[in-house]
């Protein structure tokens, strides 16, 4: 009955939300934890989860096929990266269960193509520039964050020779396959927490880095950054909170406007802890969910268009195609349509323009 009651109020929210933005609950049919969701058409969409599982949808989300990767089933695929046919799945763990598949048949047949051997490791997230240059992020090991780069569609992942130094208990979160964000060619930028809460950003693929400290919330090993984002090489958001505390409001939201060499606070009110962020049009418009909210803001994290008591664990857009899917626990899995947020898209973009002259 709780349940016929959530649902029942969750539809008479729904039916609230101003029409640029519309969340549809869909059919999963899986009961796994979803972690990881990678959106490569309006009609295509991947989706990844706990016991070596994987969804995939071509038809918008009007069916859903899960399946489990043979020899995974132990495993917690935390992030997913798809192109069409192809896909990468990352499962984080420690050690051994740090692991990167890729099909090139939609799920027909799986390839392991890197084990952490290394004790202490930690894969958290990956992002690619296309389908054959990508790269992967984990926990530090010895004083350096692990960092693997791909320029072959994952045949080999090299580990960076020198990767940035880490401070004592800074790490990362595999909450929602988005602490680390590439754009364009080579910009690359990934985000920490729990001593610290900073961001490192890259312009050669993570070649060099520089790290710049943000506002947000952190100190115990629970808080910190837990999503980045950018829209064009100098305008991003980052997210965050403390996951044991989610209702805790706070310094959970902040943007850039230079590439993340500096960080400014969100006055957007009120905020909760966020495991994910993303931007939903190309003009502007962001959507941000945790484990007890969602929310959309037109504005650029001024303001919120709505802010539902329903919680979600990642999400994933098409700003070109004003289309995202959020996924969260037991299966949870929601589409947004979005449309053109108008005047304060047009009103923010003139405002960049000035503060870029």
């Known amino acids: 009955m709780r349940t016929i009651l959530i649902s029942a109020a969750l539809l008479l929210l729904l039916a ?12 999963s049919h899986s009961k796994e934890s979803l972690r990881g969701v990678s959106v490569v058409s309006a009609k295509e969409v991947w989706a990844s989860g706990t016991h070596g599982t994987y969804l995939v ?20 695929f935390r992030d997913v990266e798809a192109f069409g046919d192809t896909a990468y799945l990352l499962a984080a763990g420690p050690g051994e269960q740090s692991r990167i ?3 090139r048949d939609r799920g027909a ?20 520039w296309d389908e054959q ?6 926990d530090p090991v010895g004083g350096r964050f692990q960092l693997l780069r791909t320029s072959n569609g994952g045949r080999s992942w090299q580990p960076l020779a020198q990767p940035p130094a880490a401070l004592q208990g800074e790490a990362l979160f595999a909450a929602s396959g988005t602490c680390i964000a590439t754009q364009g060619a080579k910009n690359v930028w990934f985000a920490t927490g729990g001593a610290a809460a900073r961001v490192f950003r890259s312009r050669d693929r993570g070649l060099s880095w520089q790290a710049a400290e943000t506002p947000i919330v952190h100190g115990s ?7 980045v984002a950018f829209r064009d090489a100098r305008h991003g958001v980052i997210a965050g909170g403390d996951y044991q505390h989610p209702e805790q409001g706070g310094a959970n939201l902040a943007l850039t406007q230079d ?24 003009d502007g418009g962001l959507a941000v969910v945790g484990s007890s909210a969602t929310a959309f803001s037109e504005d650029n994290l001024k303001s919120w268009v709505f802010l539902l008591p329903d919680g979600f664990n990642a999400l994933a ?5 004003g289309v995202g899917w959020a996924v969260g626990p037991n299966g949870r899995i929601a589409k947004a349509r979005f449309g053109p947020c108008g005047a304060p898209c047009r009103q923010r973009a003139a405002q960049e323009q000035e503060e870029n002259r």
């Open 221 to 227: 090993a629970s808080s910190g950054i837990f999503s």
């Open 317 to 321: 857009s098409r700003p070109s195609l």
């Open 109 to 128: 047949h799986w390839e392991l193509q890197f084990t952490d051997h290394e004790p202490k490791g930690f894969l958290d997230c990956m992002s690619f």
């Open 101 to 103: 598949y890729k099909t």
């Open 259 to 282: 590439g993340g060499a500096s960080w400014r606070l969100a006055g957007v009110a009120p905020q909760k802890y966020f495991s994910a962020i993303v931007y939903l049009l190309e």
């Open 16 to 27: 609230c939300v101003p029409a640029w933005a519309q969340w549809q609950p869909q059919e």
């Open 57 to 76: 949808t071509t038809d918008g989300g009007l069916h859903w096929t899960a399946a489990r990767v043979p020899g995974a089933e132990a495993l917690d």
């Open 133 to 138: 240059h990508g790269i992967a992020v984990g």
